[in-house]
């Protein structure tokens, strides 16, 4: 069985026209890490505060371990959960020192075992020379993996973590990534993470859920989401693509489409017609010989890769969107080249 099972949650918040959360289901496993991704107002925070106790569904049950934390009966409080929380400021007291700031959600504990297990914590993020400081005299990474040390001090069942990358820069936020999810690891500790940003999403997560007004769009891990995103919102709110209409063939697995025929990476299980097709740019490689041709209209130089934007010649008019394909920074292209690519089968998918 699930460690954590969110069955059928619904939320409806007072003079609210739609549901904020609709029909929730999700089961997580122990030690699994999870993220909760979508645009604003899907309904992600909602559904982390309803976990926390912070907030009570309208219908539906919440399980975390052993425990029924939430149903029509009855609604444990926050503080019976076994939730270890981190919000997006990290919410340190300032007045404190950091040692002491950890030993806070250990009152319960006797004096010489709550140093003992502050001090253990603080070994596992990093920081055990930094006990005797205050939030204001670490950075912004020193402080987070203080509020996650907080979080794990008195074991909980599960840590919950409110966009926690989102306060800071792009070098600091890639390390994080990395340190959090390690931390995480080693604890075996599960944990919900909310963030709008897909690449938060995809280097933590075992699993994504991917929201959308407050219904799930898809749960899967990073990989498999970006390969067969499940329709055309995750298609793209997961990276960039392509979306072409096609149409299937009798075989199950080419589809004929304005740019000609585009084969999927596997026989579709049944026959239909009119069928949306994902392709991810990178799917697209420049080929001396291939079968794709089309003439470049637009080249954005992103350091890593070009972004080309190509015509192609056998479109019968302007109004299809030109295929954005990426191409080595290497290779020397610009606007009015013609060029030729192939589509790797594996980065096609039928999304509709
Ligand atoms: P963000 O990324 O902006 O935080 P989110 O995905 O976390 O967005 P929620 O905060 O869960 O979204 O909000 C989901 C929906 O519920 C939104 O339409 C929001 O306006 C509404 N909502 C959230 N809290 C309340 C509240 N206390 N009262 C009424 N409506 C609310």
Not at 83 to 89: E, L, S, Y
Not at 152 to 176: C, H, I, Q, T, Y
Request: proline residues 5%; negative net charge; contains cysteine.
């Amino acid at each position: 069985m699930s460690f954590i099972q969110l069955e059928n949650i619904t939320k409806v918040f007072a003079g609210g026209e739609k549901p904020a959360v609709d029909h929730l289901q999700l089961n997580i496993n122990k030690g699994e890490i999870i993220t909760l991704l979508g645009p604003s107002g899907c309904g992600k925070t909602t559904t982390l505060r309803m976990i926390a106790g912070f907030e009570n569904p309208t219908n539906g049950t919440i399980q975390i371990g052993d425990n029924e934390v939430f149903s029509d009966a009855h609604s444990l409080p926050p503080e019976k959960r076994g939730i270890g929380m981190v919000f997006q400021d990290y919410a340190l007291f300032p007045h404190m020192t950091i040692i002491k700031n950890v030993m806070f959600g250990l009152n319960k504990w006797g004096a010489r075992e709550k140093r003992k297990r502050a001090k253990e914590v603080l070994e596992l993020v990093g920081l055990e020379d930094y006990g005797s400081r205050y939030p204001t005299q670490l950075s912004g990474g020193q402080q987070q993996r203080v509020a996650l040390a907080r979080a794990l001090a008195p074991k909980p069942n599960v840590v919950l973590m409110d966009e926690p990358f989102s306060n800071l820069d792009a070098g600091l936020r890639e390390k994080m990534r990395f340190d959090v999810t390690n931390i995480l690891r080693k604890t075996n500790t599960t944990a919900i993470i909310v963030t709008h940003d897909q690449k938060d999403a995809f280097a933590v997560s075992d699993r994504v859920v991917v929201m959308k007004d407050g219904l799930i769009q898809q749960i899967a891990a990073p990989k498999e989401m970006y390969r067969c995103p499940k329709n055309c919102f995750v298609a793209q709110f997961v990276g960039k693509t392509n979306l072409l209409t096609g149409t299937m063939d009798t075989d199950l697995r080419n589809i004929h489409t304005h740019i000609g025929k585009v084969t999927l990476p596997n026989e579709w299980q049944e026959r239909l017609d009119t069928v949306k097709l994902s392709i991810r740019p990178e799917g697209c490689s420049l080929s001396d010989e291939g079968a794709y041709c089309g003439q470049v209209e637009r080249v954005t130089y992103s350091g890593e890769y070009q972004e080309l934007h190509v015509r192609l010649h056998n479109e019968p008019e302007l109004s299809e969107e030109p295929m954005l394909i990426y191409a080595p920074v290497e290779k020397d292209v610009e606007i009015g080249t013609i060029v030729s690519f192939d589509i790797k089968p594996e980065l096609v998918a039928l999304v509709e």
